[in-house]
């Protein structure tokens, strides 16, 4: 069954502590997306990778570090330097330019 | 620099009401444009997309979209609301020989029986 799963469903941090979200996905594609959701302010684009071992900046990095060793995974890991790390994080990836992107069922993570 | 408006924040109507959902985006160059649409406690899933040929798109669940190059808009349409249709829906753009994928601020739609 293809898809994309992102672990755990909840998280909970201590502030100063660095965590990270984990994304897979078995749909072969080559773009991943890590986005932040948070209310009124939409999905944030936080990092993007286009092939293995590439990834950019999105509008919202500061903060937050990514990897891409594996076509098929693109984990997250959000640094004690961001400053309101909780909200609810989503992963996608997409096939190609002209591809619409798929979603995974995203992680809640909260600082405590 | 590549952005999506959408104007709505929340609306809210009643079943059977006619819908449209405005999104402005800023890019001049060639795009392609998405509605997603997430449903309470379910993932983001596509409803509609635009990447090129006729500008009035037709997607799932009876919605469409227009795509106004002149106005930068893809307004999402539906001519009569269903209470399942209630969720929040977003916009999104792709500049087209890339790959950053930007997204709206969301509509949150309340459907009233």
């Known amino acids: 069954d293809g898809g994309i799963t992102q672990s755990p469903k909840y998280l909970f941090r201590k502030e100063g502590q660095n965590v990270t979200l984990s994304c897979e996905q078995n749909l072969n594609h080559d773009a991943m997306y890590w986005y932040r959701q948070d209310p009124g302010q939409g999905l944030r684009l936080i990092y993007y990778?286009?092939?293995?071992?590439?990834?950019q900046k999105g509008d919202i990095a500061e903060g937050y570090s990514v990897s891409r060793e594996k076509k098929e995974s693109f984990p997250l890991t959000v640094t004690s330097a961001q400053k309101n790390p909780t909200a609810f994080y989503l992963c996608?990836?997409?096939?190609?330019?002209?591809?619409?992107?798929?979603f995974g069922q995203g992680t809640r993570l909260t600082v405590v | 620099a590549q952005s999506v408006s959408q104007h709505n924040h929340h609306v809210i109507l009643s079943e059977a009401a006619s819908l449209e959902l405005g999104c402005n985006y800023s890019y001049g160059g060639t795009v392609n444009l998405f509605w997603y649409v997430q449903y309470p406690g379910q993932h983001l899933q596509l409803l509609l997309k635009?990447?090129?040929?006729?500008?009035l798109v037709k997607g799932i669940k009876g919605f469409e979209a227009e795509f106004i190059k002149s106005k930068f808009s893809f307004n999402l349409r539906k001519p009569s609301v269903q209470w399942s249709d209630t969720a929040e829906y977003f916009c999104?753009?792709?500049?087209?020989?890339?790959?950053?994928?930007?997204f709206g601020q969301g509509t949150r739609l309340t459907i009233n029986p």
């Open positions: 990778s286009q092939i293995v071992n590439d990834f």
């Open positions: 635009y990447f090129s040929g006729d500008p």
């Open positions: 999104a753009t792709q500049n087209q020989g890339a790959q950053k994928l930007v």
């Open positions: 996608a990836s997409k096939e190609d330019r002209g591809r619409e992107a798929f």
